[in-house]
Structures are given as structure tokens and as C-alpha cells.
């Protein structure tokens, strides 16, 4: 495919994206005084269908209800227009990829998105849905949006992690002047609800069982109602018999499939009732906050489409170039006139898919993908294939699922990274192999575990710290005399030869029995300490065991190294003490990740020495602070950042070209 760069109105449209049945997408520059450029996306109507007043309704629709959403999670529309025969939006340009886009490059990969990542993608479109479902114009008159379209194409995700919602182009509006007749279909089929396969009249919740489809696919790889023709995807929809993702894939946890099903009722009154109740539920569920989650998965999808990124550059700094040169042989007060032309160049430099692809800079580009479906002919351009019907495909090297389960709550480590803190903890996409599982509690031991992850299985790891000994056994030192110090229980033989006890006596009374005990102490003061593994208090302190008792013990104070020994041979009556000498531990390393804005690669230098691995990756280093350097001169990339590490922590840097 080639295209040859285009004056259009007051733009300049220097690459294609997509034609479907209805229009033309494409990526524009805008200039204006003083240097100014702005890089778009025009979507045009097909000039031959700017004389049915349908379309053209349907199309002045699209941009009355996509200018009045301003929202972070909805494409933003800037312009609308007429240039000859032909009228246009103009839109914000993400920088990015559809949903559909990544699902197919996976499936090819035969790998599953994240479940994070699913969960997050579903969470953000939900806030996008619920913002315009709401919307009201300045009186507080509702609009009544429902998109009618939530599928995959619709769905962007961008490089820096946003996620926005696109193509209101048969949005139901209450002010439409362009109105669907009854029981005519609208939408692309294998996403519509039970309702809108029908026929019926459909409200929100009808987008909320076409996210429920999304989310089912993006968690299973697997298209959930695509049958072998279109009567049968509708007969399948209408009967929304839905088996739980987890049956599909045995990643998914029942807490996932609940959601997944309810908001899959065929029945919209057992669904979730707003977008805004979906967007809560799932942010319950979600295993980190949505900013963290927005990080990773900005670094997730430049490393899996940093290929394609380098192309895409390539193309849009080309028709860029020839747009330039082209303005700049115009009277400047043609670039925001009523006009259009060709481009005018040699014909060498007409954009070709076949051309030299050498690049010589980094910039944000709007991927070919992201929009090609935005002309709102269902299936314009073909279909496409997730993961296919038959057996669950495993990868070569596919993940593993850890769950963690324990109780009470405490900090979980995993190859020492924290990963959360709590009861319970589930991480997907572990890599196969051995890994290292620490819980600490303040104030008590901590236990660590390896564990052995199979790939495609769940490992499980479930442990219980020991119940803490009531600290009443224990006695502050210099608290008493002996006398005052301890009571025992004597027995005392009746008339009849049972025993009973006789009540509590002072130390000292000729029928008591003393106790052995140990004086705990360390330098510095404060350790914990542990007693056959059981916390018995903190020192100074004094402990009361058993006469012939042996007792591990351990001392444990942040910062230090624990200290261990043992008691042993004790007898009633002795007293002896146990003191240690706590040395200074070494911190404990952090990590720092690296990744490249915009996708690519860098030579990684830390503290001035070049690392044999290469950006994006991560690097575990000791805590304490780091000079990051990430460099590579075919982007234009020089990039230097002093960070902080500490221990158990993760430090970032994205380093722009």
C-alpha cells in the first residue's frame, strides 16, 4: 500500500490508517504561527456518501455527541468540518494500541494478556462509560449516551498506559437527529447485548455486557460468541449461556469469574446497574492500584510492540518531512484555508511499505491499528483470530500463577520485591522455576519459603506465624523480689487421696516450687524475642520456663542481624540471663527498572558502568542512590537520571529520546 501526503482544509494528512464503508481515517499535521504543529487523526466521510442525508446525519451525530465527552477515558474531538464534498473529525491521536491489536499479536504469540492488565484495561473503559452515561448538558438534562459499540477496536490503550474509548459513531443520544428504525441492528454483532441482538431498545447496561464480552476475551484469548455465521453469534448472544473463564483458562480465580458472569447476565436486571458499580467492582479486585498498574503496563505493551513502533516512526517522520516542504512553498495564509491538493514530490519519495525503514529520531506516532475500525462499518476490514477453539495453548516458556494465603496479615516479599502486603495475595505471569517467598511481621521472625512454579500451574503457599505467648509469663527486670515475683499452684492430697489445688502461693511458702527463669537482654535494647520460635516479648526482659527444659531462642531487631543461641539444662530455682551483642545488618538490595518511552532499546549504564543487559529490563541493586544512564545514538536517545533504591523496593526510569 502506498499513500501520497495531502493538503485537506487546514491540515495535512501525511499518512493512511485505515478505509472502511463509511470513511477514511488518517494521521494529519496541523501547523500554525510560530512553528506550531500538532499531530491529529482526520476521519473522513466517503465523498460519494456525502450526499445521503442518512450518513451525513449519522456523522454530524458522531460529532455532537463525541465533542460534548471530555473526559480522560473517551477519544477527545477537536474540529468538525466540511472541505468540498467532503466532511471530517478531527480527534485527539493516541499514541497506542486497540485492544483487538494486542489480542491478535498475542494469539499469534500463543500467550494470554495479564490478568492485571485485563482487569485494569476493563476498569478504566468502565470509567470512560460511566462519565459519558451520565453526562448532562447545562440545564442537567441527561443526554442518554450509549455507545452501542464496545469492542475491542474500540478500546485504546496508548504507550504511556491511558485507556480511552473511541468511535461514538452510532452512540445512542437522546438529541440524535439521526435515529435507528426499530429492530434494525447496529453494532458489531459478536459484542452486542442480548437486548440489542434483539432488536430492542437498549440502555447502559447494554455497554456493560459488551464489557463483560471484552474482559471475558482479553482473560481467556478466546472470542466468546463468534459463531460460523452472523444468525449464529445473535442466537448464541440472545441465549448468553456463558461458561466461567476459568473453565476456559485455570488462571482465573472464582472472585474473577463471579464478576465476569454477572455482568454477562442475559438478564440486565441481575447485571451490574452502572458503569460506575462495574468500575468499583473491579477495582476491588484489582492487585494494585490503578496508578501502579498504569506504569507496568505502559512498559508491558512498548516491549511488545517495540518492532512495530520503530516502522510506525519511520512512516510518520516521512510524510511529515514532505508536509513540511509542501507548506513551506505556500503562502501561509492558505494552512488553515478551504482548500485541496496533492502533495506535489518525487515520486521515489511517495510512502511505501517496501522502503528503506531506517529512522533517525524517536517520536510519538499514531499506530496504523488503533483507529482502523473507528469508521463504524462492522467488519469493514475483516475479522480477526484470538486464540483459537481447540485445546488451551501453552507457550514454551508460558508463566505460572502464585498463590499466597497467611495469616495474620504481613509483608510479602517474592525474590525479595515486596508485592504486597496482606492475607492473601494472588501474582500472575510468574516466571517458571524456583522463587523465594518471605513474610515478615513487625516485631516477630520472619518466615521464609522456597517454592517451586510449573508453568501454566498454580503454586499455593499457605503458612500460619505461631500464636504470640501471652506476654503475663514474662516480668520485667528489677520489677520485684523473688518473693513477689511468681505463684504456683501446689497440690494438696485429701483425706481421700485425690489431689486438688490448694489456690495460689507466694514464693517462699514451704510447699511452692520456683521456677527456673532467664534475664533476656541485647545491645541495643528493643530485640524480639523468640523462644522455640514464639515471640515472648521484647528486651530486657525476664522469662519463665521449665526445670530440664532446652529452648531454642533468636533475637531479632530491624536493621540487625539476628543473634541465636540456646537455654538449656534449667532447674528450679536458677536464674540465669542470655545477652547478645546485635551486629549491623547489610541493607537489603532494591530493583530499578528501565524502560524506554515510546519502545526501542538502550545500552544501560549504572554508576558509569555499562551493564551487559540492554533497556527495558530491570536491575537488582544495592540500596542507596544510583546514577542511571540509557543510551543509543540511532534514536537519539542520551538519557541520565540519579535515582534513590531501597531496600525491598522498586525505583523506575523511562528515559525519552
Known amino acids: 500500500m502506498s499513500f501520497e501526503p495531502e493538503a485537506f482544509g487546514k491540515y495535512f494528512l501525511v499518512d493512511k490508517i485505515a478505509t472502511g464503508g463509511m470513511a477514511e481515517i488518517f494521521k494529519a499535521k496541523s501547523f500554525g504561527h510560530g512553528g506550531f504543529e500538532n499531530l491529529i487523526v482526520i476521519k473522513r466521510i466517503l465523498s460519494h456518501l456525502s450526499e445521503n442525508e442518512d450518513f451525513v446525519d449519522m456523522f454530524v451525530d458522531e460529532a455532537k455527541v463525541s465533542v460534548a465527552l471530555q473526559h ?154 463468534k459463531g460460523e455465521s452472523d444468525i ?131 517520536v510519538f506516532v499514531a499506530v496504523a491499528v488503533v483507529l482502523f475500525l473507528l469508521v463504524g462499518a462492522a467488519g469493514a476490514l475483516g475479522g480477526y483470530t484470538m486464540l483459537n477453539n481447540g485445546p488451551e495453548p501453552v507457550a514454551a516458556t508460558a508463566p505460572g500463577v502464585l498463590g499466597i494465603e497467611v495469616s495474620p496479615a504481613a509483608r510479602i516479599i517474592v525474590d525479595g520485591t515486596l508485592r504486597g502486603e496482606g492475607t492473601t495475595l494472588r501474582i500472575e505471569n510468574v516466571d517458571a522455576g524456583e522463587h523465594t517467598v518471605r513474610f515478615e511481621i513487625p516485631g516477630r521472625e520472619a518466615y521464609e519459603q522456597l517454592v517451586q512454579v510449573a508453568s501454566e500451574k498454580m503454586a499455593v503457599i499457605d503458612y500460619s506465624f505461631p500464636p504470640v505467648e501471652p506476654l503475663s509469663s514474662t516480668v520485667p527486670m528489677g520489677s520485684g523480689t523473688d518473693e513477689e515475683l511468681e505463684e504456683e499452684e501446689a497440690p494438696k492430697i485429701t483425706s481421700s487421696g485425690t489431689s486438688r489445688s490448694s489456690g495460689s502461693r507466694r514464693r517462699g511458702a514451704s510447699a511452692a516450687v520456683t521456677r527456673p527463669r532467664v534475664d533476656f537482654g541485647s545491645t541495643p535494647p528493643g530485640a524480639t524475642v523468640f523462644v522455640d520460635g514464639s515471640a515472648v516479648g521484647r528486651t530486657p526482659m525476664t522469662w519463665t520456663g521449665s526445670a530440664g527444659e532446652t529452648a531454642s531462642v533468636r533475637l531479632v531487631l530491624d536493621g540487625y542481624e539476628p543473634a541465636t543461641g540456646s537455654v538449656s539444662g534449667l532447674r528450679n530455682g536458677q536464674r540465669t540471663s542470655f545477652d547478645r551483642t546485635l551486629k549491623k545488618a547489610a ?53 541520565t537520571e540519579k535515582v534513590t533504591v531501597t531496600a525491598g523496593g522498586n525505583a523506575r526510569v523511562n528515559a525519552r529520546p
Not at 532499546?601 to 546514577?627: C, M, R, S, Y
Request: hydrophobic letters at 35%; one cysteine or more.
Open 232 to 362: 449464529a453469534t445473535l442466537e448464541a448472544i440472545k441465549r448468553a449461556d456463558v461458561k466461567p473463564p476459568s473453565k476456559v483458562s485455570s488462571r482465573i480465580p472464582g472472585h474473577v469469574d463471579r464478576l465476569v458472569l454477572k455482568a454477562l447476565s442475559g438478564d440486565r436486571e441481575e447485571r451490574f446497574q452502572s458503569a460506575a458499580q462495574l468500575q468499583q467492582a473491579l477495582r476491588r479486585i484489582l492487585p494494585q492500584p490503578p496508578d501502579e498498574l498504569h506504569k507496568e503496563m505502559a512498559t508491558w505493551l512498548r516491549d511488545q510492540f517495540r518492532d512495530e513502533i520503530v516502522e510506525e516512526v519511520r512512516r510518520l517522520e516521512e510524510g511529515s518531512a514532505l508536509a513540511t516542504e509542501w507548506r513551506d512553498t505556500l503562502p501561509e495564509e492558505t494552512w488553515d484555508g478551504n482548500s485541496t491538493a496533492t502533495l506535489r514530490t518525487d515520486p521515489q519519495r511517495t510512502l511505501d511499505d517496501g522502503s528503506d525503514r531506517r529512522g533517525s529520531g524517536m
Open 72 to 225: 480522560a477515558n473517551i477519544v477527545r474531538v477537536y474540529d468538525f468540518g466540511r472541505v468540498l464534498d467532503n466532511y471530517y473529525i478531527a480527534m485527539e491521536c493516541v499514541d497506542g494500541k486497540d485492544v483487538r491489536a494486542i489480542l491478535r499479536k498475542l494469539g499469534r504469540r500463543k500467550v494470554y494478556m495479564p490478568m492485571e492488565f485485563a482487569l485494569y484495561v476493563a476498569h478504566e473503559a468502565c470509567k470512560g462509560l460511566a462519565y459519558a452515561h451520565e453526562k448532562t448538558d447545562l440545564r442537567g438534562h441527561p443526554y442518554g449516551i450509549v455507545h452501542r459499540d464496545m469492542s475491542p477496536s474500540n478500546v485504546l490503550v496508548s504507550y504511556d498506559g491511558d485507556v480511552k474509548i473511541a468511535d461514538f459513531g452510532i452512540a445512542k443520544a437522546e438529541q440524535n437527529t439521526y435515529n435507528t428504525a426499530d429492530g434494525v441492528l447496529k453494532g458489531k454483532f459478536e459484542y452486542m447485548s442480548p437486548e440489542q441482538a434483539r432488536g430492542e431498545e437498549v440502555d447502559a447496561r447494554s455497554d456493560l455486557f459488551s464489557v463483560g464480552i471484552l474482559l471475558y476475551e482479553m482473560l481467556t484469548g478466546r472470542r466468546l460468541f
Open 587 to 639: 541493607a537489603s538490595p532494591g530493583t530499578v527498572t528501565v524502560g524506554i518511552i515510546g519502545g526501542g532499546w538502550g545500552n544501560v549504564f549504572i554508576d558509569g558502568k555499562q551493564q551487559t543487559k540492554t533497556a527495558p529490563t530491570k536491575f537488582e541493586l544495592p540500596a542507596g542512590p544510583h546514577e542511571i544512564r540509557v543510551v543509543n545514538p540511532d534514536l537519539g536517545l542520551d538519557h
